[in-house]
């Protein structure tokens, strides 16, 4: 059974400051989906890491993929205030065929003026 | 553009009652998907189809049921609505390959009185 915990699952960062934001998973997947969600809003997809190393980049967020960890990372570059918002990861399960995801159970960043 | 709609957006209803949630995309995918939003939970997966007549269960399928006779849509079913299942759903929906990039529709608010 697949895995995801994220961390941390709230995140206060001033305007202007780095982070990142931390997603294991427990068994194997070979790519990883980031999604940002605004409060009463759907999931907008952020990112598609395809591949063991894959590193995207989209403004002040970079994310990347270490398939032999289990590890992937959001870096937030001198956060604004418009990036506040719940962003989740999700591992597609290993196996041929498989389309599922698994989500973990989000990273709330709030930016502080 | 294609899209990825759902219906209705707000629901309330009483426990035992029959509830059918509508999903519909025009994206042609074959692959689409039904998960509650909880707080706490993230988002759990409850049943998935990867083609007309294919359907599966997930994470949390227990009250639910699902049918696919066309390729754009998949409606959910509470045969029997518990409080329990009080939540926020969302469908979703991918192409496979490449990317298997899941699209959200807008989801919909079920309360269960």
């Known amino acids: 059974e697949l895995k995801v915990e994220q961390n941390p699952l709230f995140l206060s960062m001033q305007e202007g400051k780095n982070y990142t934001i931390y997603c294991n998973y427990s068994t194997t997947s070979d790519r990883l989906y980031w999604y940002r969600q605004d409060p009463g809003k759907s999931l907008e997809s952020l990112f598609v890491?395809?591949?063991?190393?894959a590193v995207k980049q989209e403004g002040r967020l970079m994310a990347s993929l270490d398939t032999k960890a289990r590890l992937s990372t959001l870096h937030i570059t001198a956060a604004v205030h418009d990036l506040s918002a719940t962003y989740f990861c999700?591992?597609?399960?290993?196996?041929?065929?498989?389309?599922?995801?698994?989500f973990g159970k989000g990273t709330k960043l709030s930016v502080i003026p | 553009d294609a899209e990825i709609t759902q219906s209705p957006r707000h629901k309330i209803t009483e426990t035992g009652r029959q509830v059918t949630l509508a999903c519909h995309q025009t994206?042609?995918?074959?692959?689409m998907f039904w998960y509650r939003q909880d707080l706490g939970h993230g988002l759990r997966l409850i049943h998935y189809s990867y083609g007309v007549q294919d359907t599966n269960k997930g994470e949390v399928s227990d009250g639910y049921s699902v049918s696919r006779s066309n390729t754009e849509d998949l409606p959910l079913t509470l045969e029997s609505a518990a409080s329990s299942q009080t939540s926020v759903y969302f469908c979703a929906s991918s192409e496979g390959v490449p990317y298997n990039e899941q699209f959200f529709g807008p989801g919909t608010r079920l309360t269960v009185l």
């Open positions: 994206w042609n995918h074959n692959n």
């Open positions: 999700a591992p597609r399960h290993s196996g041929a065929g498989s389309y599922q995801l698994t």
């Open positions: 890491l395809l591949s063991n190393g």
